[in-house]
């Protein structure tokens, strides 16, 4: 390749670089910033944060669908024993089988997946807003 054609090169590439819409990091103040979507674990960047970099063909992909939001809809097991035990619907899941006293008024959550249990005899009316979690 010639000297010629490489200047040449160069300047039809920066013609036809595509304009980035973000700001750079010196430009973005705590006014102006705009943050993405939060994810699970509670992040949330601004849009010239360095770690955006591996998002340049399109924007970070949030599941809406968290594990803590769909267990949480999940409505808790009533029973009427004291010792009840979770091993989350099947032994060969790799959930061990863990036991929960209900003694105490209120939901008793298992601590490795979450799924509730209450005892009808401890627990009657404004008990059920009462969350243990068992580990």
């Given at each position: ?12 590439a920066q013609v036809y670089r595509a ?89 008793h959550a298992c601590g490795y997946c ?22």
């Open positions: 390749m010639t000297i010629v054609n490489r200047r040449i090169s160069r300047l039809l304009k980035s819409d973000i700001l750079a990091p010196k430009d973005v103040t705590p006014a102006n910033a705009v943050y993405d979507k939060v994810t699970h674990t509670g992040q949330a960047w601004d849009q010239a944060d360095h770690r955006n970099a591996r998002f340049t063909i399109m924007p970070k992909q949030v599941n809406p669908n968290v594990a803590q939001k769909l267990i949480a809809e999940v409505p808790p097991i009533e029973t009427d024993q004291r010792i009840v035990y979770c091993d989350g619907g099947h032994s060969a899941l790799g959930h061990p089988r863990v036991y929960i006293k209900l003694d105490k008024p209120g939901n979450g799924q509730r249990f209450v005892n009808n005899h401890f627990t009657q009316g404004n008990d059920h807003n009462i969350n243990h979690l068992v580990t």
